[in-house]
């Protein structure tokens, strides 16, 4: 579901699905948290906003409903979520929807996984969320 050879509706669909999953059944796909995360982290910085915008929603998931498991997956979701957030075009009318998803998913994972973050680096992005409001 998510070789080389498949479109982007193909990975969007893995996506939704493995998103739909955590939403409806957390406790069942948490059995499958190192098969869906990677694919999460892998598409969240995809090339396609609307593959972006699903897996970050996907992330997001995870933080709220992930509890443990989700925990040492917390720096590089981050991270990525950083990507998408700090990009130069994060604004603009293509990639506007994952960013709307980085901005939840950042703050599901400070809500419920408080004590595994980088605070200097989430603060950085706090701060430059409401720098480029004003």
Not at 67 to 72: I, L, M
Request: glycine share 6%; with cysteine.
């Amino acid at each position: 579901m998510w070789g080389k050879d498949i479109t982007a509706q193909g990975r969007y669909t893995s996506i939704y699905i493995f998103g739909g999953l955590v939403e409806e059944c957390p406790e069942a796909a948490l059995k499958y948290c190192d098969v869906f995360l990677p694919l999460f982290l892998d598409a969240s910085n995809d090339e396609c906003p609307t593959i972006r915008q699903c897996a970050l929603y996907g992330l997001g998931l995870y933080a709220e409903y992930g509890g443990s498991v989700f925990k040492p997956f917390v720096r590089e979701a981050t991270s990525r979520i950083n990507v998408v957030i700090m990009h130069f075009r994060a604004r603009e009318l293509e990639n506007e929807h994952a960013y709307d998803n980085a901005v939840p998913a950042l703050g599901k994972i400070c809500q419920f996984h408080r004590e595994s973050i980088d605070s200097a680096q989430v603060h950085v992005l706090q701060l430059s969320n409401l720098m480029e409001r004003q």
